[in-house]
């Protein structure tokens, strides 16, 4: 599967984003689909991932409320709506693809993913 990810820039703080991620290569309903981020000098961590199917949705805590992630399946497409973006956002966002049905816990975990988006920069300006 290809992951082609958009949307990035620089917002000031407070501002909103809305990366969009457009698979191809596999039947995109049948994936978890997952949004990581790794800041400068970071680890990649987490940030969201909505399950197949039914869309069920998980955030990391840093996020949780102040971010969004949503899927069209018949535009192949995982969105990341991010309001209220804070300094501490700027990092570089990457899409990810799992042909696995992930669990709350499991969503988190890397290894869990396939595929992998290019990455795009997020820069939030204070």
């Known amino acids: 599967v290809q992951l082609q990810a958009s949307g990035g820039g620089l917002v000031q703080a407070g501002g909103s984003l809305r990366l969009s991620c457009v698979a191809s290569?596999?039947?995109?309903?049948?994936?978890?689909m997952g949004w990581f981020r790794q800041a400068p000098g970071k680890e990649r961590e987490f940030v969201s991932a909505?399950?197949?199917?039914?869309?069920?949705?998980f955030y990391a805590g840093s996020v949780k409320g102040r971010f969004t992630i949503s899927r069209d399946n018949a535009k192949n497409t995982v969105y990341l709506q991010m309001n209220e973006l804070k300094s501490e956002d700027t990092a570089v966002y990457y899409c990810a693809a799992s042909r696995f049905s992930l669990i709350t816990s499991s969503s988190t975990d890397e290894s869990q993913y396939d595929a992998w988006g290019q990455g795009i920069q997020v820069t939030v300006s204070s």
């Open positions: 909505i399950s197949r199917y039914v869309s069920r949705t």
């Open positions: 290569g596999r039947t995109f309903s049948s994936d978890t």
